[in-house]
């Protein structure tokens, strides 16, 4: 093959090294290094992830640490929100079980995120986040991402319990199959893998919580 083709450009001709000081001079506001992109200042996702290969997936090594408690929809919500309630009465007892209870919203393209955690009966932790131009899935992934780090790095916590609004969004963190939010799922199938590989008893249990329950 041609030596032309065998080396990548080193220079950018579009970025803020190439203007001239009158050109820079004209600029009135603040703009982004188009070479900052071709740096990978900003977050990627690679297919060959090893979160998301066959055999290595922590739903394929720590399917026994997962479950999912779902709102059966042929039920009263009423019986749903007993289950809820009894499950953080229990809980909160429990010196080694952190309750998360995230939330994610967008008005006007800004998205809040808002997360709780609380141990032993005591708020921990409450984060609150706002970012512009995203989806409400990315802003309800990054609720519980946040949420399931902060729980994660207490040396002394062995049960995780998230409470969301949005369990088919928790439910894509374990998929397997390509899709737009799998920069988030790498994240925080890392910070699960670590957690699990800890202890063999520790354990993450999503509770669904619909929005007329809150």
């Not at 080396?7 to 970025?15: D, E, G, I, R």
């Not at 949420?147 to 998929?175: G, L, P, R, W």
Request: hydrophobic share 40%.
């Amino acid at each position: 093959m041609d030596s032309q083709y065998n080396a990548l450009p080193t220079h950018n001709f579009v970025s803020l090294n190439s203007l001239t000081n009158r050109q820079c001079s004209l600029i009135k506001g603040y703009i982004v290094d188009i070479a900052n992109r071709f740096n990978k200042c900003f977050p990627s996702f690679t297919p060959l992830h090893s979160e998301f290969s066959p055999g290595l997936r922590v739903i394929d090594n720590f399917s026994n640490c997962i479950s999912f408690n779902v709102c059966d929809k042929g039920k009263d919500d009423k019986s749903h929100a007993h289950q809820l309630d009894d499950m953080v009465l229990e809980s909160s007892s429990f010196p080694f079980t952190t309750i998360i209870v995230s939330d994610a919203s967008i008005k006007n393209n800004v998205a809040t995120f808002i997360s709780h955690m609380h141990i032993n009966n005591k708020t921990l932790i409450k984060m609150i986040h706002h970012v512009v131009h995203v989806t409400s899935t990315e802003a309800e992934l990054f609720a519980i991402r946040c949420s399931i780090n902060q729980a994660t790095n207490f040396d002394n916590v062995s049960k995780i319990i998230v409470v969301t609004d949005s369990i088919h969004t928790a439910k894509k963190i374990f998929k397997p199959s390509v899709h737009p939010y799998q920069v988030q799922s790498a994240a925080i199938l890392s910070d699960l893998r670590n957690f699990f590989k800890h202890h063999e008893n520790n354990f993450i249990e999503f509770w669904e919580c619909l929005s007329c329950l809150k």
